[in-house]
């Protein structure tokens, strides 16, 4: 009888991920763990309650985020092939939802939430996915709290450790007095049609409030003379603004006065955005408003909503833009260095006793020489390193090795817990 046929896989390579995709490798979740966590800090101290939506909701709950051009929505097919479920390209639709189903409108005169979630979405043929996190309230608010919100993210980006932060600010009217303003803009941008780019020509007489945000130098240079939009802000609007501008005296916190920040196609009133610049590069951190029409718009009553959003890549980006580095929060106390399968299995007891009595310890999966596991505890800047040969598992001893010196003792098991803790306390 002859030998079986090896059984040889079937090789296909891989494919790369989508364009527009992310991969948040474990060197970047150093510096998006720490980001994360001071937020999540940050809003507990601020008086903010986590929520989480799912990351599929019914594609019409977004009718209103895909009909202002904002982006494709991803679309799942049920098992009846309706393509009525949507992966969610933002956050704000779903808690909105969630804060109408779940009767807040009635529980709480203010819901005051933040989040951490995933956002999914095309544009232009590529997939745009990532981390989107931020702080959502909904109910009626003083100027106040849009100065406390902008606090909370200033104070989340200068701990860690944004450079060169501005505050860049505007106010762009209520269903009230927008319309005027937008009526003015257009008769102003039909003489300067000549000027502008073709995407901003068709924004004359549909939207001519985007134009002011165009990043093309013509179409700055035209929209610099503009009619100002702080002069055409009703009594209500304007005592808002004038609200928001004051408590950000009060913290002392400098601001600029920018028409071209103008916000999200559903944003109304204050606006406002926090960037960084790194050498000649400026960066947005993120984006707050209000969406007080959102809603009433979802069949809800009228509801004020202020929020502030911004997407962990974006930040990741900055670090890395500003060499800003971060080391592993977990300091490791003292590295195992089994060799061999018998001394391997031995590990596995010491490491839990080692965990039980708040030693953390760290261990080499996989095959390697003495040699190469004292250079990786050496590179972790771990002081101790616990050494157990084939011998040491057979007659259960361990070796004590100070990783700095050099100096080695040998102690049996029993008692090696207890001086490794003499150890550590020295």
Not at 34 to 47: I, P, Q, S, V
Not at 81 to 95: D, E, I, N, S, V
Not at 181 to 209: A, H, M, T, W
Request: aromatic share 8%; proline share 4%.
């Amino acid at each position: 009888m002859g030998r079986p046929k090896k059984i040889t896989p079937v090789v296909e390579k891989a494919p790369a991920r989508l364009a527009g995709a992310l991969d948040v490798l474990p060197d970047q979740h150093l510096g998006f763990d720490f980001l994360l966590d001071k937020f999540t800090e940050l809003a507990h101290t601020f008086g903010y309650s986590r929520i989480e939506t799912p990351n599929l909701e019914d594609s019409r709950l977004y009718k209103q985020w895909e009909a202002l051009g904002t982006g494709d929505l991803i679309r799942i097919a049920d098992d009846k092939g309706t393509g009525r479920m949507a992966l969610r390209p933002t956050a704000l639709f779903g808690m909105a939802r969630a804060y109408l189903e779940h009767l807040y409108q009635e529980r709480e005169k203010v819901s005051k939430w933040f989040y951490v979630s995933l956002f999914t979405y095309s544009s232009h043929g590529q997939v745009k996915h990532g981390h989107e996190f931020g702080v959502q309230i909904f109910g009626d608010t003083a100027p106040i709290a849009d100065a406390q919100v902008i606090n909370l993210f200033n104070k989340l980006f200068t701990d860690v450790g944004m450079p060169e932060m501005s505050l860049e600010i505007n106010n762009i009217g209520c269903l009230e007095c927008l319309p005027g303003y937008q009526e003015v803009l257009r008769g102003y941008f039909r003489d300067k049609k000549y000027d502008l780019c073709e995407n901003c020509v068709e924004l004359i007489e549909e939207n001519p409030l985007r134009i002011l945000a165009c990043a093309n130098i013509s179409c700055s240079t035209a929209a610099a003379e503009a009619p100002a939009q702080v002069d055409y802000l009703d009594e209500n609007c304007r005592r808002q603004f004038i609200g928001v501008l004051e408590g950000l005296d009060e913290l002392g916190m400098p601001y600029n006065l920018n028409p071209k920040v103008i916000g999200s196609p559903w944003s109304r009133r204050t606006v406002f955005q926090i960037r960084t610049r790194v050498g000649e590069q400026e960066y947005t951190l993120g984006t707050g408003g209000h969406s007080d029409d959102l809603v009433q718009s979802l069949g809800g009553l009228p509801s004020a909503a202020l929020g502030f959003t911004a997407r962990a890549e974006d930040i990741l980006e900055v670090f890395n833009a500003a060499n800003i580095k971060f080391s592993s929060k977990n300091k490791v106390d003292v590295y195992l260095v089994p060799l061999g399968d018998l001394a391997a299995k031995k590990t596995l007891k010491l490491f839990s006793q080692l965990w039980a009595n708040n030693i953390m310890a760290s261990e080499f999966i996989g095959p390697g020489s003495i040699k190469t596991q004292l250079k990786l505890a050496e590179a972790n800047k771990v002081s101790i390193a616990l050494i157990i040969g084939q011998k040491e598992a057979r007659e259960g001893t361990v070796i004590l090795r100070d990783v700095r010196s050099g100096m080695q003792e040998l102690f049996t098991s029993e008692r090696i817990i207890e001086e490794v803790k003499k150890r550590l306390e020295e």
